[in-house]
């Protein structure tokens, strides 16, 4: 399956502290993505991290890819109540065509005021 | 603000009615996409569309179907709803190689 994995698939932590979520794949890529989808909603895109980049920041997040070890991990620094939702990674195989995204299963964030 | 437009949002239906879930987009975008999500679930692609008159099934066998007929336009429509339909279905649409564009989703509910 070119299906990615996420782990843990649920993450309880309190305001301040900071949430780490990983993604394991099995295939060659061109980019990862991530998203977030509060319940019940459609997935908005996060931050998009280039095969050939290693590192990438956006405000709080922070996303690392290794690609020899095909994962990437979402570190959300300073956690909010706000940041309460699902978390998924996703990514484009490289020797596909069809330029389609492959999701991975999702991480369960909740955080406590 | 949303460039891609869903409705309805929420639906109740009967079982064996025929409902078409609409979904419109705005950006020009060659490339859309119907997933199904049970809450908490992952995505299952159930349709997905690379052009005009270009329709192919995803990676869910799903009872629906769709049609694009116009770039901004993809439908999709089940012809006789029965209870295992029901779940919520998320519309998406695309530029190659960069992030989908999600709708905020129909949540159907067949009774």
């Known amino acids: ?113 | 603000e949303a460039d891609i437009y869903q409705t309805p949002r929420y639906l109740v239906i009967g079982t064996g009615k025929k409902i078409t879930l609409e979904c419109s987009q705005t950006m020009g975008h060659d490339k859309m996409y119907w997933y199904q999500q049970d809450p908490g679930m992952e995505l299952h692609l159930i349709h997905y569309s690379y052009g005009v008159n270009s329709t192919e099934k995803g990676d869910l066998s799903s009872e629906s179907t769709v049609s694009r007929i116009r770039t901004e336009h993809f439908p999709l429509t089940l012809e006789s709803a029965r209870p295992s339909h029901t779940s919520q279905y998320l519309c998406a649409s695309s530029d190659m190689g960069y992030g989908y564009t999600f709708g905020s989703g129909t949540r159907l509910t067949v009774v």
Not at chain 1, 39 to 62: A, D, F, M, P, Q
């Open chain 1, 1 to 113: 399956s070119q299906q990615g994995e996420e782990d843990p698939q649920a993450l309880s932590i309190q305001e301040g502290e900071n949430a780490t979520m990983n993604c394991s794949y099995k295939t060659s890529i061109n980019n990862l993505q991530w998203y977030r989808q509060n319940s019940g909603r459609g997935l908005v895109h996060l931050i998009l991290i280039r095969s050939n980049e290693r590192e990438k920041h956006s405000g709080r997040l922070r996303v690392t890819l290794d690609t020899s070890k095909k994962s990437s991990s979402l570190l959300i620094t300073a956690s909010r109540a706000a940041d309460t939702a699902s978390y998924f990674c996703a990514f484009y195989d490289r020797g596909s065509t069809l330029g389609r995204l492959y999701f991975g299963r999702g991480t369960q964030l909740t955080v406590w005021p």
